[in-house]
């Protein structure tokens, strides 16, 4: 029996009785009780605010106006994959509508997990056949899991500038000019969220946004990592630069190495390019310098995601470095 059905057979008590599978691990029943915390706190915060806004459905704590159309944002409302729709439940931070479920598909750890979590958030999960998930699902392979939730929020760049560590490390930033590909995105925020980073900073225009082929690529990154939608990268650059964040560009036809950054313990921004173009001119011009990878190879660039990977450990090892 698939674990939907025996959610649906037994209930949030049964489940685990009946079909025979562990109980949460202890990490994901304290993440559990953090979020049911933080949702009674949100509860009360809520009870005091004066009446009258209208919120639209979906739109998780941000009210709109009576008959006000939603701005295309951030994106992030339909999350694929069993370690994505894990970590939206583990991480509690978003309103998750429903969760979809094939049927006749193999239990897993990971699954099972998954319909523990939905069963005590007490969010409904729907088991459909495998046409249908595939059907409704807009990955190639989105692992016999849907997940339709609130979409992101979307951050001010001035509170990003000024968000730091948990730890009270600098703010570290990644804003990414001009990248198109939804998989290299993905990797690029599952690499950033490994590494430390604070805030991702993302173009409106002309830029991947988060799609579901990007939230299964980052595997739950995008639920931990604040992100800014910006107009213009360049402009953007220029209030990072005034709030007092170094901005790095990393393109191969740097004026430096990027194991020469000494900034790395400061408020910093990295600016990856986009996939074959690198930095756009104006970007490049706004940055404070631009860092080349030293290749020794025979090829003549790396792939964003891996430049970005490299780019963001080089600070957290310098900021691991001088603590």
């Known amino acids: ?29 304290k993440a559990v009780a953090s979020r049911q915390a933080r949702h009674a706190a949100a509860s009360v915060r809520k009870a005091d605010r004066p009446g009258g806004t209208r919120r639209a459905r979906g739109d998780g704590d941000r009210p709109v106006a009576r008959g006000q159309k939603h701005a295309r944002g951030l994106g992030g409302d339909q999350v694929e994959g069993r370690q994505a729709v894990r970590e939206l439940l583990l991480a509690g931070r978003r309103r998750v509508r429903e969760i979809l479920v094939a049927a006749e598909q193999e239990d897993n ?38 997940a339709r939730v609130a979409e992101l929020d979307d951050h001010g760049l001035a509170e990003l500038a000024r968000r730091k560590g948990p730890q009270g490390q600098p703010p570290f930033l ?3 000019d001009g990248v198109t590909d939804p998989g290299n995105l993905g990797a690029l925020l599952r690499t950033a969220e490994c590494a430390g980073v604070t805030g991702v900073v993302l173009p409106k225009h002309r830029a991947v946004h988060i799609t579901p082929t990007v939230t299964k690529a980052a595997a739950g990154a995008i639920e931990y990592l604040p992100m800014c939608l910006v107009g213009g990268l360049p402009t953007a650059i220029g209030e990072l630069r005034d709030a007092g ?7 191969m036809g740097g004026d430096m190495t990027l194991f020469d950054l000494e900034v790395a313990d400061q408020p910093v921004c990295l600016v990856v390019g986009a996939e074959g173009k690198g930095l756009s001119r104006l970007v490049r011009q706004r940055c404070d310098a631009v860092a080349a990878i030293p290749l020794l190879g025979e090829l003549a660039s790396l792939n964003v995601a891996a430049a970005g990977a490299l780019a963001c450990f080089e600070v957290a090892r310098r900021r691991l470095v001088t603590e």
Do not use: C
């Open 174 to 176: 990644l804003a990414v």
């Open 1 to 29: 029996m698939s674990p939907a059905k025996r959610a649906k057979k037994g209930g949030a008590g049964s489940a685990a009785r009946k079909g025979g599978r562990k109980p949460l691990s202890p990490a994901a029943r």
């Open 245 to 251: 964040v170094w901005v790095i560009g990393l393109d």
């Open 109 to 146: 750890e990971v699954l099972s997990d998954i319909v523990e979590l939905a069963l005590d958030l007490k969010v409904p999960v729907r088991e459909v056949t495998r046409s249908k998930l595939f059907s409704v699902a807009r990955t190639e392979s989105p692992q016999g899991v849907v």
